[in-house]
């Protein structure tokens, strides 16, 4: 069974810094093809945050450029965000997810992460 355990939300001032971390079980990391981050905020759609790819790609979404960044241990089968610059406008529940081969497709349970102006 596979299971993404999130973890490192919180409550922070604005323009401090958190780091999330999520860890992948019972999925080979050789088939993993994406892990990243994903988040809703009340009354929105859940959008992408950042992702990274088997290769090593990274995308980020534009209003989270340079102050966001993602990394993956493929080793560890684990993604990482760190967040700086954290304005309020990011404040939402963040997901985890991975994308494996024969599309498979996996979401954790989501953390909460708040930003006090």
């Known amino acids: 069974q596979v299971q993404l355990v999130e973890s490192g939300g919180g409550l922070v001032q604005a323009g401090g810094s958190l780091r999330l971390s999520c860890a992948a079980s019972?999925?080979?990391?050789?088939?993993?093809?994406?892990m990243g981050w994903f988040r809703q905020a009340p009354g929105s759609q859940r959008d992408l945050v950042a992702v990274?790819?088997?290769?090593?790609?990274?995308n980020y979404a534009d209003s989270v450029k340079g102050r966001f960044t993602i990394s993956r241990d493929n080793a560890k089968n684990t993604v990482v965000l760190e967040m700086n610059s954290l304005k309020p406008e990011d404040t939402a529940v963040y997901y985890c997810?991975?994308?494996?081969?024969?599309?498979?497709?996996?979401w954790g349970q989501g953390t909460q992460v708040t930003v006090s102006s």
């Open positions: 990274t790819t088997s290769g090593g790609t990274a």
């Open positions: 997810r991975v994308v494996a081969g024969f599309g498979r497709d996996y």
């Open positions: 019972g999925i080979s990391s050789g088939s993993v093809k994406v």
